[in-house]
């Protein structure tokens, strides 16, 4: 199983940015998808996550601002990021908990994509 980010780049603040991030291999489904951030110097974060059944949950410093979806049908988990701000900007990394083909469940993590918001 593989994850693979990707949409991250080089934005002004105020502006907006989607991230993407596609499941593939030997999936017998995935349970909960999610963003973190990794900022310098600093710790891996939660950013939002969303469960199978669609419930989300964000980290204060973006509520209103992100807004996480995921489509089923193609193992894929989406970030839209509005009004970005400078420290909004970190490498940003997917995250989903799969059960393959031999019904084993773990995390997986995809390998990251930069977002760096201007002044």
């Known amino acids: 199983v593989q994850l693979q980010a990707s949409g991250g780049g080089l934005v002004q603040a105020g502006g907006s940015l989607r991230l993407s991030c596609i499941a593939s291999?030997?999936?017998?489904?995935?349970?909960?998808m999610g963003w973190y951030r990794q900022a310098p110097g600093k710790e891996r974060e939660l950013v939002a996550a969303?469960?199978?059944?669609?419930?989300?949950n964000y980290a204060d410093s973006v509520k209103g601002r992100f807004t996480i979806s995921r489509d089923n049908a193609k193992n894929t988990v989406y970030l839209r990021m509005n009004s970005l701000k400078p420290e909004d900007t970190a490498v940003y990394y997917c995250?989903?908990?799969?059960?393959?083909?031999?019904?084993?469940?773990?995390?997986?993590w995809g390998q990251g994509t930069l977002v760096t918001v201007s002044s």
């Open positions: 995250n989903a908990e799969v059960r393959d083909s031999s019904r084993y469940l773990r995390d997986y």
């Open positions: 291999g030997s999936i017998f489904g995935i349970n909960a």
């Open positions: 969303i469960s199978s059944g669609g419930s989300t």
